[in-house]
């Protein structure tokens, strides 16, 4: 069952346990699970039933989260639990986030232990990724407070859909983050992933306007479902509006998963369009992804137009940045950069910790 945590975010109704992680507030009968299938209502209380497990450890580029503004071409150490708390019918990872079964779980690993070994690495940063950390909070939270203790910088790869109280104690430990927003209509969220579009919204205002947390936005082009024109411009104005135009934005390419198998892969030119929109919506930094494409994965100047970090798939070439600067007309780029970037390259390592349950 994982090791036994005190949950938050959470009160009795009657027999019931009500769950306020996140907007689905799940009301779960004793012994029952809520939606997310990792909290479970057990002798009236509200049990993580993940905490300390994990789906196994991979040391991964950063720009595979994707992150493109925080700290290039270091290694970053990814791991994520079981369960999601949303229903995506196109889950890219839905053999961890589905998972019914507690034996997905391979591993079992404290925060010491997690953050220790990620020093071992040389992982600069741990990511809470592959299924949506949203659910498994107190155990982030837990790892993220020993992360900061020992200077190791923390990333969340989420889908934004978190209630505002759990936020607020959520992003306090949290470095960087990239939010998943799928569409930018309420249809596609309420028929292809049994949630809503506001909640998510207000998150990424929420991470702009009210953290210190460096975001960037990800958004998966499936054929025919959220890749009209029309919506994209919608949804780059919306950006620009509210969170600015300095935040990254990530166009990716759908591959047929899951319970959308009979969709096809999106076209390259899809991503350029949505791309090409973005920057002449007045967004400075917009990039194609799941997609080979250097000239539409590298961070130009938006001031002076000069190549300042090239990327092929995940490994950095050229970088011309001064600090957090531009080296050729010194303008300042948004992010977190130093003064010279990872040599992790695309690899991907898998790596034990703890002890196999």
Known sequence: MGMPVQTRWWHREGEKVVCTLCP????????QRGFCFVRANIGGELELTTYGRSSGFCIDPMEKKPLNHFLP??????????????GCKFCQNWDISKSREMDSLAQEAGPEAIIAAAKQ???????FTYNDPVIWAEYAIDIAKVARQEGVKTVAVTAGYISPEARKEFYQWIDAANVDLKAFTETFYRKLTQTHLEPVLDTLRYLKHE????????????PGENDS??????????????????????FTAFHPDFKMMGHAPTPHETLLRARQQALDAG??????????????????????????????????????????????????????????????????????????V
Not at 24 to 31: A, D, L, M, N, Y
Not at 121 to 127: D, I, K, L, Q
Not at 211 to 222: A, G, H, K, P, Q
Not at 230 to 235: L, V
Request: charged share 20%; net charge negative; glycine share 12%.
């Open 24 to 31: 689905r507030e799940c009301h779960i009968p004793e012994g």
């Open 73 to 86: 071409g270091t290694a970053v150490m990814s791991f994520g639990t079981a369960g999601c708390n949303l």
């Open 121 to 127: 690495t040389g992982c600069r940063s741990v990511a």
């Open 211 to 222: 953290t210190d947390v460096w975001f960037e936005i990800t958004n998966l082009m499936i």
């Open 229 to 250: 024109p029309e919506e994209t411009q919608e949804m780059c104005d919306w950006i620009v509006t509210n969170v600015g135009p300095d935040v990254p934005v990530h």
């Open 283 to 356: 967004i400075k930094f917009a990039y194609v992804g799941n997609v080979h494409d250097m000239q539409a994965q590298t961070t130009y100047c938006p001031s002076c137009g000069m190549t300042l970090i090239e990327r092929d798939w995940h490994e950095l070439g050229v970088y011309l940045m001064n600090d957090n600067r531009c080296g050729g007309c010194g303008v300042t780029i948004p992010g977190v950069f130093e003064h010279s970037p990872g040599r992790w390259g695309r690899k991907r390592v898998p790596v034990m910790i703890g002890n196999r």
